[in-house]
């Protein structure tokens, strides 16, 4: 293979509970897999059939600082369950799908609100509102051998103390192991693909300054101030 021209870029990694480093390929987002969000954001919480986006795998961090980004003044929060697969392929069973996943981890789904609605008026793609740098902020991994596959369980955030978001992992439209399967039809997955699992309801800004503690049950929390 000819050398490299420029350094490769690093791998970018999420940090395991464990004291390991889980290397990312793909960052897969659901939209809407809430019912109640989906209603406050103006749709049908009916189960129509999903939809993604992808971050790019750079824009996870685990730093528990998130930088206010450029080019907006509506940068909303989004808690979200991670999923983390150890082996992937095409046209996954939904009955197997869980046999992929490595662990999961609480991940925040930060959003350019105002510059989504732009793209979603003019009909382009959501990039330049969900998939910005350092837009991922991203808490350790728990591996499934000690904490199972949770299905159900408080989800919730809170900003300085205020709870915003509440939910209940099994109010998700689309569970785990249908996202792997349809997600599998569409892409081939592989170690390292993540998927954000979807918002409950009260999604909100965040101003400088402001201290959000992200909550998914049985996997701790996940607190993130905005720099
Ligand atoms: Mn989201």
């Known amino acids: 293979m000819p050398d490299h021209v420029i350094p490769a870029a690093p791998v970018p990694t999420i940090p ?58 509506d940068v909303h929060h989004e808690v979200e369950l991670l999923v983390a697969l150890k082996s992937g392929g095409t046209d996954i069973p939904v009955d197997t799908a869980l046999d992929h996943v490595w662990g999961y981890g609480i991940s925040l789904d930060m959003t350019r609100r105002d510059l989504q609605g732009e793209a979603k008026k003019l009909g382009r793609p ?55 399967a349809y997600l599998s039809e569409y892409f081939t997955l592989a170690p390292g693909d993540v998927i954000m699992a979807g918002t409950p309801a009260g999604v909100g800004p965040v101003a400088r300054g402001d201290v959000m503690e992200a909550e998914i049950a049985g996997l701790g929390t996940l607190t993130v101030t905005v720099v």
């Open 126 to 180: 959501w990039e330049i509102g969900k998939s910005f740098e350092r837009s991922g902020p991203v808490g350790p991994l728990h591996p499934v051998t000690q904490v199972g596959h949770p299905s159900e369980g408080r989800i919730a955030l809170t900003v300085n103390g205020e709870t915003r978001q509440e939910g209940d992992l099994n109010q998700m439209i689309w569970k785990v192991p249908e996202m792997i």
């Open 16 to 73: 395991t509970a464990d004291g390991g480093a889980f290397p990312v390929r793909r960052v897969y987002c659901i939209g809407r897999n809430f019912a109640a969000h989906a209603v406050e954001m103006g749709h049908d919480p009916d189960r129509e059939p999903p939809f993604f986006f992808q971050k790019t795998p750079d824009s996870l961090d685990p730093s528990g600082q998130f930088p206010y980004p450029p080019k907006t003044s």
